[in-house]
């Protein structure tokens, strides 16, 4: 089992930079294919962006080439850099790990972008 924390988010201006970052406690880490989604109101929570236990990548297309998956297994910690932010990212951002016949969320951290 894991338990994921994530921190980092916060209120910028469109064009600015956060970096999301998802702690997981538990054991296992590198297994798991680990996942940023996102919700807004009135959206369904979308896939943003995902880190596969083989070191594939794979992103939402509205924010390929602005946002960057990375994970470092020897600290159990994902993150999500976030570049050129844009209004409509604005949303709840969750930390998520999967693996066959488990998954597990953070409890999610808010990304605000707005002037």
């Known amino acids: 089992q894991l338990q994921l924390v994530e921190s980092g988010g916060g209120l910028v201006q469109p064009g600015g930079s956060l970096r999301l970052s998802c702690a997981a406690s538990?054991?296992?880490?590198?297994?798991?294919?680990m996942g940023w989604y996102r919700q807004a109101p009135g959206n369904e929570r979308e896939l943003v962006a995902s880190?596969?236990?083989?070191?594939?990548?794979n992103y939402l297309d509205s924010v390929k080439g602005r946002f960057t998956i990375s994970r470092d297994n020897a600290k159990n910690t994902v993150y999500l850099q976030m570049n050129s932010l844009k209004p409509e990212d604005t949303a709840v951002y969750y930390c998520?790990?999967?693996?066959?016949?488990?998954?597990?969320w953070g409890q999610g951290t808010q990304v605000t972008v707005s002037s």
């Open positions: 880190y596969t236990s083989g070191g594939t990548t």
């Open positions: 538990g054991s296992g880490f590198r297994l798991y294919v």
């Open positions: 998520n790990a999967r693996l066959v016949g488990y998954r597990y």
